[in-house]
Structure formats: C-alpha cells, structure tokens
C-alpha cells in the first residue's frame, strides 16, 4: 500500500504504461508525454477532480485489493503524505 503521494504516482505510472501498450487506440500522447499525464493525474487525484475510469486507477485499485470507486480511492488518498 502506497503511503506517499510519490509512491501512488510511481504506481500509477507502471498501471499507465501498461494500459497503453494494451490498448495503443485508447491513448492518443506518445510513450514520452506519460511522465506529464502522470503528474496532471496526481494534481487531479489530490484535488478529487479525476475520473476512476482509465485503465491507470483501475490497475493500481487492482494491484491494492480496493474498488475504484470514488469512496475507495478518496479513503486511500486521505491517508497519502
């Protein structure tokens, strides 16, 4: 379980490179622009202004054991340093 905000984005970037090569029609951005897409995503996960239906957050609430509803995600991003 990720305990900082860091390790969420790490997480969250494996879920995310890994979405794109399985689905390359779904993800428009070249391989290179994914560090940006992470960091946006990070910003949006703190500010609860994300969408829990891309394939990044359901990986990584896969790999935790957790829903990705919004209520699971949101109790896992209160507890982020």
Known sequence: MPTTWAELASMYEEELRA????YPEQYAYPESEIPTVVQKMVAAFQ???YSNSGHGIRGVARRLRIGH???ELNKLFATLK
């Not at 979405?19 to 399985?22: C, D, F, I, N």
């Open 19 to 22: 979405a794109r090569k399985r």
């Open 69 to 71: 509803t919004y209520t």
């Open 47 to 49: 500010a609860r202004t």
